[in-house]
């Protein structure tokens, strides 16, 4: 029988590179489900960096990890969302109504626009600690759920295990579908055990409106379209994640969420909304001028490459979304999309032009 050798090379705590005497009270402890420091920072101790994003090096087992390895995950939050303190306080708003404009983004250079955010059921351990028997359960739970929406949310669950290669490939190309575990940042933090059981995709009759089950997260909800409306691609997610979060607490599973770091996720990254708001936009001549990242910096702005988070860019086509998730609210963040997104597509239009965009430079928001 082939032996994971995996834990063996497991880092202890002893390696963690920061003083021991100063953690020491992390030194054996673990959370109720059994969850380790060790099983926290081993995917960062494996990839200690990726290409094309900034990564924090570490996960959550359960939402009692966050409480139980505070020393350590508090300042990886603090510096990975611009200063969070410990007593700060999470906000949401989920008003769609509340997000100004959207409407207008350029078509000729946004070629498609889409929000999405991840949520934990309670009562179960996240995807890094799940056991099998968690894993089908969420499952069944979700399919259950899921099933009982109508109206432009009606549609269909369709399993992993009953796709054929070609059925997931096509899915994934069509970026429908979440990648297989190709990426050493979940397949170290332990996310694609027992691959492909207990995992698939929902989604509505057009496609506009998925959600991913099992994979980084128990559910990720997405609203997504061609096209630069994405005032419409909000409000869909809003309608639609709102209805989802009823159901499930209706079946008595509520999301796990306190009022400090919002929605409780695997990856600390990910805490507060979850959300990612994108666009994928042309802009081949702006992404060439030495102030792109700095103007990205200014807006509170991030990239990523034509085919998402382990791509770079192809001719001039980037993924851009909102930088924070904590201590903003949903609307806030994508507004600065929106409003990030359209000063860019003019900036590129001037540039189209031969004219100089010095004068056009945002101030740091």
């Known amino acids: 029988m082939a032996k994971n050798c995996h834990n063996d090379y497991k880092m202890k705590f002893a390696n963690l590179p920061f003083s021991f005497e100063e953690n020491y009270s992390l030194r054996g402890k673990s959370t109720p489900s059994g969850f380790t420091v060790d099983d926290v920072i081993q995917t960062g101790v494996d990839n200690p960096g990726h290409p094309f994003i900034m990564t924090v090096g570490c996960v959550a087992g359960d939402e009692e990890s966050y409480e139980a390895f505070k020393d350590l995950l508090d300042p990886v939050i603090s510096d990975r969302h611009g200063g969070y303190k410990p007593t700060d306080k999470h906000k949401t708003d989920l008003n769609f109504e509340n997000l100004k404009g959207g409407d207008d983004l350029d078509p000729n250079y946004v070629l498609s626009s889409r929000v999405r955010t991840g949520r934990s059921i309670k009562g179960f351990t996240l995807p890094p600690h799940n056991s099998r028997?968690?894993?089908?359960?969420?499952?069944?739970?979700?399919?259950?759920?899921?099933?009982?929406l109508d109206g432009e949310f009606k549609g269909k669950y369709y399993p992993l295990t009953g796709m054929t290669d070609a059925e997931q490939e096509q899915l994934i190309?069509?970026?429908?579908?979440?990648?297989?575990?190709?990426?050493?940042?979940?397949?170290?933090?332990?996310?694609?055990?027992?691959?492909?059981?207990?995992?698939?995709?929902?989604?509505?009759?057009?496609?506009?409106?998925?959600?991913?089950?099992?994979?980084?997260?128990?559910?990720?909800?997405?609203?997504?379209?061609?096209?630069?409306n994405m005032k419409e691609v909000f409000r869909r997610f809003c309608v639609g994640l709102q209805k989802i979060e009823a159901?499930?607490?209706?079946?008595?599973?509520?999301?796990?969420?306190?009022?400090?770091l919002g929605y409780i996720l695997t990856c600390p990254s990910n805490l507060g909304t979850g959300l990612r708001g994108g666009v994928h936009v042309k802009l081949p001549k702006l992404s060439t001028q030495?102030?792109?990242?700095?103007?990205?910096?200014?807006l509170r702005l991030q990239k990523r490459?034509?085919?998402?988070?382990?791509?770079?860019?192809?001719?001039?086509?980037?993924?851009?979304?909102n930088a924070d998730r904590l201590g903003s609210s949903e609307v806030e963040q994508v507004q600065l999309v929106v409003d990030g997104v359209k000063l860019m597509?003019?900036?590129?239009?001037?540039?189209?032009?031969?004219?100089?965009?010095d004068g056009m430079i945002p101030a740091q928001k």
Request: proline letters at 3%; hydrophobic letters at 40%; a negative charge.
């Open 133 to 148: 028997g968690e894993r089908r359960a969420i499952e069944k739970l979700s399919i259950e759920a899921l099933a009982s």
């Open 305 to 321: 490459g034509t085919g998402g988070v382990d791509t770079a860019s192809v001719g001039g086509v980037f993924d851009i979304s």
């Open 345 to 357: 597509v003019e900036m590129e239009k001037k540039l189209e032009k031969g004219e100089s965009i």
């Open 247 to 260: 159901i499930f607490k209706k079946h008595n599973h509520g999301f796990m969420w306190n009022e400090h």
């Open 173 to 228: 190309a069509d970026h429908f579908l979440f990648d297989k575990p190709v990426s050493p940042l979940l397949t170290c933090a332990g996310m694609a055990r027992d691959w492909p059981d207990g995992r698939g995709i929902w989604h509505n009759d057009n496609k506009s409106f998925l959600v991913w089950v099992n994979e980084e997260d128990h559910l990720r909800v997405i609203s997504m379209q061609k096209g630069g």
């Open 290 to 298: 030495p102030k792109f990242e700095e103007i990205l910096t200014r």
